[in-house]
């Protein structure tokens, strides 16, 4: 008598997903447990089971349908039990080494779904696990500890804080309860997704938490080692890539959820990959196999419009000329150096220098002063040039905007965020004002004074640093004239501001004392022409000597 078969429960919160791959057919005898078809939900991908031993009558769904809980999607008929093949696989360990994988596979998914496969009634000690940090942060480093195993715990309260590339985050706890362990000291560098201790709910029985565990690569038992060369034999140039064959639109890539994260985590296009698993199945060893080919590729081709591939230069040892000292970069260091060797190389800088005669605009904001320490701010000139800059982003358009060189596009932005940069005791940070066309110059005053509270607290929201549209890096409070900056990327041009100083300017036939301020443009050259940026710094110019335009034209 055939039986229906239907989509099981699939954890808290999961009402179906979309189907990826079926590994049966109709006539297949399965046998209880044996994966039917692999769905996709919106945290992970999950393997259904036959609940049943038996002969597979009916098959109603193809890769690609959507699919809910309770729905029928075939029959199965029962038969007996399949008969077992010991002798079979032992002659044949690659079928066991499969097994493996996907044991293994099985229990990455257990790990990466974690509290959705928890039910109510289910014990609580809950991993403690890094979450996400904001766009682009893939982790960073411990730098102190606010709890200790045994303190009681509520949600919400800050666990331990991290360092990012320009940041301090705090780790919340995701629940109340009380913390069991914490794996991780001061110092240790971790990543998005890491483990790093547990903590048990209240009024839950405690349940032993499964750590995830470094697994073998049994794939490598699968694949015969390439030979390895020797120094001073030549290596033979790379093959060409034969790229995975192109996939129907909306197609599911064939492959498990930890293999996926490998691929992201090294870089590799999972599009790209060819299968050579079940059924054209992605494996770890695949991906692995590519990123290897791409790299023997990249290494061997030449770099276009370039005579000679850039070298490190070796450091020669600086003991043997007198003592030293070394010191490890921290986290904005390491991120500055990487983010600015990309913006140097990649973006074809032009500086452009000017004056603007700031001589009223200082006695305005000196006379508006009072005005805003009653609103509990302090209004600074460079409150005063963000705002500027803002108007001047909307009647320059070209320079709110981004190049996307991969898809050969021009990306322009509807909103106006204005980053600053700031000069910290661990190195420059950049903070973005959102929406700084909408604000008063008051208000941008009081944005900065927030934000310089969160500098000497040494803790600043990565959210704060993203999403700029133009930097403002004002030197003035220092000392200096005119310099180059850097663009900040992914922006296209940055203005810097040195000091103001008094000097003679012919007016009316007389020269007369008035306070100038150098300025220094830099702009992509890609995207933006010289004719647009002299008109930019003429624009800028004329709206700090007369702030009216703000107004008539921002």
Not at 43 to 58: F, L, M, R
Not at 225 to 234: D, V
């Amino acid at each position: 008598m055939a039986t229906e078969m239907k989509v099981p429960a699939l954890g808290e919160g999961v009402e179906g997903g979309k189907v990826l791959t079926i590994e049966v057919a109709v006539g297949d005898q399965v046998s209880e447990g044996q994966t039917l078809f692999e769905l996709e939900t919106g945290k992970a991908t999950v393997e259904v089971p036959a609940s049943a031993d038996g002969v597979i009558e009916s098959l109603s769904v193809s890769e690609g349908d959507e699919l809910s809980v309770g729905d029928v999607f075939g029959a199965l008929s029962g038969g007996a039990e399949a008969p077992a093949e010991p002798e079979a696989q032992a002659e044949n360990p690659t079928d066991q080494s499969d097994q493996n994988d996907s044991a293994d596979e099985e229990e990455d998914l257990s790990d990466e779904t974690g509290a959705e496969d928890q039910t109510d009634e289910a014990p609580s000690e809950i991993a403690i696990e890094i979450p996400a940090l904001g766009e682009g942060v893939e982790g960073g480093t411990v730098v102190s500890i606010s709890v200790a195993p045994g303190d009681e715990i509520s949600a919400d309260q800050t666990l331990f804080e991290l360092e990012t590339g320009k940041a301090t985050v705090e780790v919340p706890a995701t629940t109340s309860g009380t913390l069991n362990n914490l794996t991780v000291e001061e110092g240790d560098e971790v990543k998005v997704g890491d483990t790093v201790g547990s903590m048990t709910g209240k009024g839950a029985a405690p349940k032993k938490v499964k750590k995830a565990k470094k697994k073998t690569d049994h794939s490598q038992t699968k694949h015969v080692e390439a030979p390895k060369i020797s120094a001073s034999t030549p290596a033979a140039p790379a093959a060409p890539l034969q790229a995975a064959a192109e996939r129907p639109d909306n197609s599911p890539v064939p492959a498990s959820p930890s293999v996926r994260k490998f691929a992201r985590e090294i870089g590799v296009d999972i599009n790209q990959v060819p299968g050579n698993g079940p059924r054209g199945r992605i494996q770890m060893q695949d991906v692995k196999a590519w990123s290897k080919q791409l790299h023997q590729q990249q290494s061997a081709a030449p770099v276009a419009g370039a005579t000679a591939v850039a070298k490190k230069v070796p450091l020669p040892d600086f003991s043997k000329f007198g003592e030293i000292e070394k010191e490890k970069m921290n986290a904005i260091r390491r991120m500055t150096v990487e983010h600015m060797d990309n913006c140097w190389s990649t973006i074809p800088h032009v500086t452009q220098f000017d004056e603007a005669d700031v001589t009223d605009l200082e006695a305005l904001r000196k006379s508006f002063q009072p005005k805003a320490e009653k609103a509990g701010a302090k209004l600074t000139m460079t409150a005063m040039l963000i705002k500027i800059m803002a108007s001047a982003l909307k009647a320059f358009p070209n320079f709110n905007a981004s190049i996307d060189t991969e898809n050969e596009e021009v990306i322009y932005k509807k909103y106006v965020n204005v980053g600053c940069a700031v000069d910290t005791p661990k190195g420059l940070v950049v903070p973005v004002i959102r929406n700084t066309d909408r604000l008063n110059m008051i208000e941008i005053s009081k944005e900065l004074g927030d934000i310089a509270g969160s500098m000497r607290d040494g803790k600043i929201n990565p959210a704060m640093l993203q999403g700029g549209c133009i930097t403002l890096s004002n030197l003035g409070g220092l000392s200096g004239k005119h310099f180059t900056p850097i663009v900040n990327g992914p922006e296209v041009a940055i203005l810097g501001v040195g000091r103001a100083s008094m000097k003679p300017v012919w007016q009316n036939g007389e020269f007369v004392p008035r306070l100038m301020m150098p300025l220094s443009l830099s702009y992509d050259h890609r995207l933006i022409d010289g004719a647009d940026g002299t008109r930019f710094m003429r624009w800028i110019v004329d709206a700090i000597e007369q702030p009216l335009l703000i107004s008539l034209e921002g």
